[in-house]
């Protein structure tokens, strides 16, 4: 039998060493998943359950690493379940709201809105002034809930249009989150979020102040060539003072500052960011154009709006082509 075998041993060998890689490679990702996300995303150690800390587990791996946030609103949805059945923890509980401040935003991101139960756990940690407020929880983790709340809070208000309920939210973040210490492109997207609010309430003054205040930090940042959080940051701010300037009726001010973000964007082609930042840039430089009476510029514009959706498929071709009609 052996002999029989010979021929094919080395090819067995082979294959054998192959499938040993193959596990050895796919344990290997299962204990750096779960290394990262027991240091970026770690369950609160008041949860016990083995079965709970498993749901928000899944969940956190849903959320950061293989996003679907209709899988990590079942998972959180179910782990909460499990907690309110046991009776462990109360409602007012860090563990408790902070599994609620995920739900809501996982919730957002499928379209559906929380409102109500994102105010409610709002309520929580700040007063009806944007105080930050709190009984019986850790300064630290309240500020932390503010962000955490705010990152779902903020864009659902806004899309509802309570602009000055979305500055209240963006300037407690922005606070808490100088207190906390914590990234600085975090800090920066806050700002250009309470611009933007500004600007949409009408504002205009003071949105120009903020987002000029983040691009001037922007530029103190050491230059390097590493693609990273700070990547076209600067273009999406250059993006938005022409735009506040164009509300402001300096026209010739918001084509500039368009086509210094267009500088910056057509740097990294290869950054989706920046891809959709690009996009974005064309269009506004179209229509300004257009108000401006030079349509044969806004048509370049359009054009190469096209173009860049051919190459990237970023931007919004039924946008482009009624523009062009």
């Not at 940051?233 to 250059?238: E, F, K, Q, T, W």
């Not at 918001?254 to 910056?264: T, Y």
């Amino acid at each position: 039998m052996r002999g029989r075998l010979q021929p094919y041993l080395g090819t067995i060998r082979i294959a054998s060493a192959a499938s040993t890689l193959f596990l050895l490679s796919i344990g290997g990702l299962y204990l750096y998943t779960n290394h990262h996300l027991d240091t970026k995303y770690p369950e609160h150690p008041d949860i016990k359950d083995k079965e709970t800390r498993k749901l928000l587990r899944g969940a956190a791996l849903r959320e950061h690493i293989a996003p679907d946030p209709r899988i990590a609103y079942m998972f959180l949805q179910r782990a909460l379940e499990l907690i309110y059945k046991q009776g462990d923890l109360s409602e007012d509980s860090e563990a408790v709201q902070e599994i609620i401040a995920r739900l809501a935003g996982a919730a957002a991101q499928f379209g559906e809105q929380k409102t109500s139960m994102l105010y409610s756990a709002w309520s929580k940690v700040v007063d009806a002034d944007g105080q930050i407020q709190g009984v019986g929880n850790s300064d630290h983790w309240r500020k932390q809930q503010v962000c955490r709340l705010a990152d779902t809070l903020g864009p659902l208000q806004i899309e509802n249009g309570d602009y000055q309920g979305a500055i209240t939210t963006y300037g407690t973040a922005l606070r808490a989150l100088k207190d906390l210490d914590l990234e600085e492109p975090k800090q920066a997207n806050y700002i250009i979020s309470l611009g933007e609010a500004f600007a949409l309430s009408g504002d205009l003054q003071s949105a120009y102040t903020l987002l000029m205040s983040v691009l001037i930090d922007l530029n103190k940042r050491p230059q390097t060539q590493q693609v990273d959080r700070w990547t076209c940051l600067d273009s999406i701010v250059m993006l938005d003072i022409a735009q506040v300037e164009q509300q402001r009726g300096h026209l010739q001010q918001s084509r500039k500052w368009a086509e210094s973000g267009l500088q910056v964007t057509s740097q990294h082609k290869t950054v989706g960011a920046c891809d959709n930042c690009h996009a974005h840039l064309l269009v506004h430089l179209a229509k300004l154009s257009e108000s401006q009476g030079d349509l044969k510029a806004a048509l370049d514009y359009l054009s190469l709006g096209i173009k860049h959706f051919k190459e990237t498929s970023t931007g919004d071709l039924n946008i482009l082509d009624s523009e062009i009609r």
